[in-house]
């Protein structure tokens, strides 16, 4: 699988401690903001190029990647493809969404 995206981000943030807030996550300036009930928007990974499609799985991915059932059926899936080298994209089209469908 080509991981240039993630390779990059993940360099460009290694060092957490010297990173702004405003590359992580949108800043919002407004006082009437219930803070308690405001979930921020992340963007770091529009910025690095990470299509919606991606960014949309992964809340997905992180509710069923410890799932026994989950992970058989995606070594199924990806075995179909293990000699192409995939976009994410394609990862996410060609194996994420029929694993989820099954």
């Known amino acids: 699988m080509r991981t240039e995206v993630i390779d990059h981000v993940q ?3 290694e060092k957490l401690d010297q990173v702004e807030v405003r590359e992580l996550c949108k800043i919002v300036d407004e006082p009437s ?3 308690t ?3 921020p928007t992340v963007v770091v990974f529009k ?3 990470i ?9 997905r991915l992180e509710i069923f990647h410890n799932s026994f059932v989950f992970n058989k059926l995606w070594d199924l899936e990806c075995g179909k493809f293990r ?3 995939m976009s994410l994209e394609e990862v996410v ?3 994420c969404e029929p694993v989820f469908v099954r």
């Open 47 to 49: 910025k690095a190029g």
């Open 83 to 85: 000699e192409n080298v």
């Open 33 to 35: 903001v219930d803070i």
């Open 37 to 39: 009930n405001y979930r």
């Open 51 to 59: 299509s919606d499609k991606i960014i949309d799985v992964l809340p």
């Open 11 to 13: 360099s460009h943030f």
């Open 93 to 95: 089209e060609q194996i």
